[in-house]
């Protein structure tokens, strides 16, 4: 089972090369192919260089143009995207192989994720569930997180689901309706596999940043999470998040669970 992983990228070369030795640490057999809209902050410089990626460097129409670009590309079985700000955890894609091979029947599965700010401190957790019609359409926050999104390449072969090139902010929501309307088989998986980066700057968090701040009532209503920072010191080469798997327990259930397969 062959995975390839898309990047889109444009100007974030600091946190790109994060996200490069995340995937690049995985030991599977992956493919990381990474759409470069020709950046102009330094990620030229050594992303054509760098042996562990695909890189192709072209102007795009946007983010998901970019990953629909990528996905042209790919010649893995099992399919995603991350951003230059999402990493996966250790051991993130040998779980997502174990799944898929459990469960040949599943195309889409959605598994949990960390918060984590521009620090390596841990926010909160995002566990996953699978779409529904009416949450996508009325909630500002999805039941999935894409950088804990994984599917089968079949979709695209035989269902042609790729993401509309034209959306901006909420292409990961049209894209779940479309999985929707054409009943494409999901489930989730039960294990904490990717790093989402609340960097400040992260494009569809911008309007939820300015509501949030001007209803401070909410700090007091959603505590902080009680959980270590993670180290902002890496080692050379290898992602921020190398040692988060001695934080989070990546197995242990959540409350109030929703049903899930078995790993």
Not at 112 to 139: I, K, N, W, Y
């Amino acid at each position: 089972m062959k995975f390839s992983i898309i990047t889109p990228s444009f100007r974030g070369s600091d946190w790109l090369k994060l996200c490069v030795a995340s995937v690049a640490d995985q030991d599977v057999d992956h493919e990381h192919i990474v759409q470069d809209s020709c950046s102009d902050d330094g990620t030229q410089d050594w992303l054509p260089h760098d042996a562990r990626v695909l890189a192709f460097i072209e102007k795009d129409r946007g983010m998901y143009d970019a990953v629909n670009c990528g996905l042209c590309r790919a010649s893995g079985d099992i399919l995603a995207y991350l951003n230059c700000d999402e990493q996966y955890l250790p051991g993130a894609l040998r779980a997502v192989e174990r799944f898929f091979g459990a469960h040949p029947d599943v195309d889409v599965a959605f598994a949990d994720a960390v918060v984590v700010d521009a620090s390596g401190q841990s926010l909160c957790e995002r566990r996953a569930l699978t779409p529904q019609r009416a949450h996508c359409l009325v909630s500002g926050n999805l039941a999935f997180l894409t950088c804990a999104t994984f599917f089968r390449r079949r979709i695209l072969d035989e269902q042609d689901v790729f993401f509309d090139a034209v959306l901006r902010d909420v292409g990961d929501v049209v894209w779940g309706l479309k999985l929707i309307e054409m009943k494409v088989r999901m489930a989730v998986l039960p294990e904490f596999t990717s790093a989402f980066t609340d960097t400040g700057g992260n494009m569809n968090l911008r309007e939820k940043k300015r509501l949030l701040d001007s209803a401070p009532w909410w700090r007091q209503a959603i505590p902080r999470a009680g959980r270590p920072a993670f180290s902002p010191a890496p080692m050379a080469g290898r992602s921020l998040l190398a040692g988060a798997a001695q934080v989070f327990d990546l197995h242990a259930p959540g409350p109030n669970e929703p049903p899930r397969l078995p790993r």
